[in-house]
């Protein structure tokens, strides 16, 4: 009846009109460019880092890193060969306990596959370096 205010009306919403703030507010502190040039930065360091794991195969002798699809904006994902469900799961579970990465996993088929997405904005290739390193000790030594 018009009587009450309702504050909800006067609030940021949390659902998906909630997203336009958060773009706004990245464009205002980044600008266009530097949005930009962040995507950039991650889609180029996804690929590295997939180059490196690819690497990694030839220099171990065997196909370690099941590499089925290029990396996707900062996203790369990839399964253990020759791991079962429950080895992979042992190995994400305890890289991501002992704060060597952050990752999520999906089934794929029967197969686990490691989700590595690259978002943070400090990330260089040194990083990259260090976590194939980290994934190459995981997967060979378990």
Do not use: W
Request: charged residues 25%; hydrophobic residues 45%; glycine residues 8%.
């Amino acid at each position: 009846n018009g009587s009450v205010v309702d504050y909800k009306d006067y609030q940021l919403g949390q659902a998906r009109p909630f997203r336009s703030i958060k773009l706004f507010t990245t464009l205002q502190s980044l600008g266009v460019e530097g949005l930009s040039n962040g995507l950039r930065r991650h889609i180029s360091l996804a690929k590295y880092l997939f180059e490196k794991l690819k690497a990694a195969n030839v220099q171990l002798g065997k196909e370690v890193f099941d590499l089925g699809v290029e990396p996707i904006f900062g996203l790369v994902c990839f399964s253990l060969k020759d791991k079962t469900t429950d080895e992979s799961l042992a190995i994400l579970k305890g890289l991501v306990a002992a704060n060597k990465l952050f990752a999520v996993n999906s089934m794929l088929d029967g197969k686990v596959v490691f989700r590595l997405s690259l978002a943070y904005g400090g990330l260089e290739v040194d990083d990259m370096d260090r976590l194939t390193e980290t994934l190459v000790a995981a997967v060979t030594t378990a």
